[in-house]
């Protein structure tokens, strides 16, 4: 089955400064890479996701790369801002023997906390 | 709102007793999920359901059952069978068949005493 590596587990950046965090898979029919936050005492809230025909994408400051060939992908945050303190899951998704049904494998989690 | 509702946000489970997280969801969505979070891990899935009346396991299902006799409500049982029983549990649902872009509870966290 699928495995979903992530790092780094934690990041620690100034206010202002970019953060990346990378993940890799190893099931190459793989097509669906969404990313979530997770704020303190709540459930993950998707904030961005890629699929496999496209190398990169963009939402204001967040971004999410794709490497199709190398299996991985990553998160790309700028500018970033106290409110971007969270834990972030990546996850990957494809069809499963066929079915229509893809199940989504999530990395570990990365704790970002971003200093004022 | 719409949105999916979890209870008890807290939950204490005492040796060989089975309990029963609530997961409910005014969303119409036809497909709901349960996964468990451990510290450090990333989540995994307990069980998940596309349709009423039918439901399948997922990657930890060993000491859970769940039932979906309507389709705003998925509840996850957690039995005396399992053994490590201490975790965070999100339920979540989506009305993509495909099993993206899921949409989250606020979560149950269970302990034992």
């Known amino acids: 089955g699928e495995n979903v590596e992530q790092h780094p587990s934690t990041l620690s950046v100034q206010e202002g400064d970019s953060a990346v965090i990378k993940c890799t898979y190893s099931d190459s029919a793989s097509n669906y890479f969404p990313w979530y936050k997770q704020e303190l005492g709540k459930g993950p809230q998707l904030i961005i996701d890629?699929?496999?025909?496209?190398g990169e994408k963009k939402d204001q400051r967040i971004a999410v790369t794709l490497n199709k060939t190398a299996k991985h992908f990553s998160l790309h945050i700028t500018e970033t801002q106290p409110e971007d303190s969270a834990v972030y899951f990546c996850a990957a998704s494809g069809n499963a023997g066929g079915t229509s049904y893809g199940k989504l494998t999530f990395g570990q989690g990365t704790i970002l906390t971003v200093h004022p | 709102d719409g949105g999916i509702t979890q209870s008890p946000k807290y939950l204490f489970r005492k040796e060989g007793q089975n309990v029963t997280l609530s997961c409910e969801q005014n969303?119409?969505?036809?497909?709901m999920y349960w996964y468990r979070q451990d510290p450090g891990q990333g989540l995994r899935l307990i069980y998940y359901?596309?349709?009423?009346?039918?439901?399948q396991k997922g990657d930890i299902a060993e000491g859970y059952s769940v039932s979906r006799e309507k389709k705003e409500s998925f509840p996850l049982t957690v039995t005396s069978a399992q053994k490590n029983p201490t975790a965070f549990y999100l339920c979540?649902?989506?009305?993509?068949?495909?099993?993206?872009?899921?949409?989250f509870g606020s979560g149950t966290q269970l302990s034992v005493l």
């Open positions: 359901s596309q349709i009423v009346n039918d439901f």
């Open positions: 979540a649902s989506t009305t993509d068949r495909n099993n993206e872009k899921l949409f």
């Open positions: 969303l119409n969505h036809d497909a």
């Open positions: 890629i699929r496999s025909n496209v």
